[in-house]
């Protein structure tokens, strides 16, 4: 799209600027303030400097081992739970009804989890984990199987991916379901001319069209789970032990538990400085993705790399790509 | 062609897995208290109502219901109002610095939520609004004034620009166009919009919690109440849960074909 050029839409923009900037700035200001100092009791301050960086990366330290070790933790989670949602997602995206009322009914069920208050989600997996009132744990237990997420490891970490599982596999299967829904029927019908096979047409025609909504669901999943604080917190409070005790839950028991204001600014800043890395990696990458696929576009016969699937009939359909 | 074998069993078994753990609520939120600690039952055998009447009369409870849709409602409005005219301006100019603009509201929303509750904390009470709705309502739009911009300037794109240049040859100012052109015709995408402020707004509970204390407490955090000296309250603890999910799914009906899009910023 061609835009014009016109300094004066600041002016729409400004009330943005201004309540964000409000919400997010200034407090960012506060953390940067605090990060430098250390208090003793009633708003007493002392400068310390670096001093708490140093110590938060340095794992021979109280500081630091929590805040390494809740970092390791939450990393591990975060990989666990994308790489069971994304495959699980898709596979739930490719598995909807074709038309009539089961496509809406299933899209309203499958939306149900997401539109549930995180606490409740976590009362919810407490109330039906626990052994002696919950349905999955009296039949785990019946089954044979020693289940109890209060005082075992295991348990409480596999409890507490499930519940995520449970949470937000379809967020990745309603948007992979959107980006199949947009690929012209005339793809499939080349395809089944050339007789691809089903893996072909997966691989070829599907996958490539759900590549930005995946790249999406990705970044979203990431980002949410590396901060994920609430249902781990009320299903297991962060143990037993810390064993599921997360980056977001570290950070709020130093700051509102202990209220160590200057350790918490501190990891505040670090913990805010590796979602911002992230989240430019992703920004980056979506964008590329948007520009070179509109460069392949423009030159189609020469790169199309599997003419057997039969995609070439119809470059005109290439849909135009938007900038992420 | 379009999809893969066995999928009805597939959706089939994936949606048992999606409904089972609230089945056990509702259930739950029907049963007595002694019939949930004594026996497994999987349907209530004396069906009783004694939790939710208990939480429609006691005010310290259905205040927190009052609490909560005030600061999402306030919370909604104002996302709504300051996005508008900015995804407008995404949508329609290049001006300096608009693509940091845009990045710097995405990383926003991927913010913790723990990094800021501290500061926040500080900065209302500094200002007199701890405690009220206006505290949570302005606190949650870190998160979604950038999500309305990124879903509405999708849906300002879709309306072609001959329209605005129409307008404005016909003599219309800009505030008219906006309010009686442009409005109107992406009042579906505001209506997305705004259910998406709603729903992140109403799930979102550790600013919320940490940003009251009495008088403005959403139900999210009363219900961390049920437990006492008695033990649990399973099943008011239940029943209170299931009217925290009613909201969400009356409204999710009128938006179904527009979730994946909001909930993928308006991206997709």
């Known amino acids: 799209m061609d835009k014009t050029v016109n300094q004066k839409a600041w002016f729409l923009v400004l009330p943005v600027f201004l309540v964000v900037a409000f919400s997010a700035v200034l407090p960012l200001m506060t953390v940067v303030n605090y990060s430098m100092q250390d208090t003793f009791g009633n708003n007493q301050f002392f400068w310390n400097g670096v001093g708490w960086f140093k110590e938060l990366l340095d794992p021979s330290t109280d500081l630091g081992g929590r805040f390494l070790a809740s970092l390791g933790r939450n990393l591990f989670f975060s990989l666990v739970i994308l790489a069971i949602e994304v495959p699980l997602g898709i596979v739930v995206a490719l598995s909807m009804p074709r038309e009539g009322w089961t496509v809406a009914a299933c899209l309203v069920i499958l939306a149900l989890p997401l539109l549930i208050p995180w606490n409740v989600v976590g009362t919810i997996w407490q109330i039906f984990g626990r052994p002696d009132i919950g349905l999955l744990g009296y039949v785990l237990n019946a089954a044979g199987f020693d289940y109890n997420y209060v005082s075992n490891d295991i348990d409480a970490w596999v409890t507490v991916i499930v519940m995520d599982v449970w949470h937000w596999t379809s967020l990745v299967a309603l948007l992979c379901y959107a980006g199949l829904k947009s690929i012209p029927e005339a793809y499939y019908q080349a395809a089944q001319i050339d007789g691809a096979s089903r893996w072909a047409v997966f691989k070829a025609i599907q996958l490539p069209k759900m590549n930005r909504v995946l790249l999406i669901a990705v970044l979203l999943r990431f980002m949410d789970s590396f901060m994920i604080y609430t249902e781990p917190f009320v299903v297991t409070g962060g143990g037993p032990g810390n064993s599921t005790t997360f980056v977001s839950i570290e950070l709020v028991k130093i700051a509102l538990g202990q209220f160590d204001l200057g350790k918490a600014a501190a990891l505040s800043l670090v913990y805010n400085l590796i979602i911002l890395i992230v989240c430019w990696i992703f920004y980056t990458v979506m964008t590329n993705a948007g520009v070179e696929r509109k460069v392949q576009a423009s030159s189609e016969p020469a790169v199309e790399p599997k003419p057997s699937v039969g995609l070439k009939p119809v470059p005109a359909l290439k849909p135009k790509e938007g900038v992420a | ?268």
């Not at chain 2, 597939?10 to 999606?18: A, K, Q, R």
């Not at chain 2, 409005?77 to 290049?94: G, K, M, Q, T």
């Not at chain 2, 009220?132 to 794109?157: D, K, M, Q, R, Y």
């Open chain 2, 1 to 268: 062609m379009h999809s893969i074998p066995g999928r009805r069993l597939i959706m089939g078994l994936f949606l048992v897995f999606l409904l089972l753990p609230i089945y056990w609520l509702v259930n739950m939120s029907f049963k007595t208290n002694s019939e949930i600690v004594s026996t497994m039952t999987l349907w209530p055998h004396t069906p009783t109502l004694q939790h939710y009447k208990r939480i429609f009369t006691d005010e310290s409870w259905y205040s927190g219901y009052i609490n909560s849709l005030e600061y999402v409602v306030l919370n909604t409005i104002i996302s709504i109002a300051v996005a508008l005219p900015a995804a407008y301006a995404f949508s329609r100019y290049r001006f300096l610095g608009d693509k940091h603009l845009f990045f710097w509201l995405l990383s926003n929303r991927m913010a913790p939520a723990a990094v800021y509750a501290l500061p926040f904390f500080n900065l209302y009470s500094a200002i007199g609004l701890f405690d009220t709705p206006w505290a949570v309502a302005l606190a949650h739009c870190i998160f979604n004034v950038p999500l309305a911009v990124w879903i509405l300037e999708g849906f300002v794109s879709g309306v072609p620009r001959e329209i605005d240049e129409t307008a404005f040859l016909d003599g219309y100012s800009f505030p008219r166009f906006f309010i009686k052109i442009l409005v109107p015709l992406i009042a579906s995408g505001i209506g997305v919009a705004a259910f998406f402020c709603f729903m992140f707004s109403w799930v979102e509970l550790l600013l919320a919690r940490t940003l009251t204390s009495v008088s403005a407490k959403p139900i999210a955090a009363i219900m961390t109440r049920t437990v006492s000296a008695a033990g649990m309250d399973w099943g008011l603890l239940a029943a209170a849960g299931v009217l925290t999910i009613i909201p969400g799914a009356l409204v999710i009906w009128f938006v179904r074909n527009y979730i994946a899009r909001g909930f993928a910023l308006g991206r997709v």
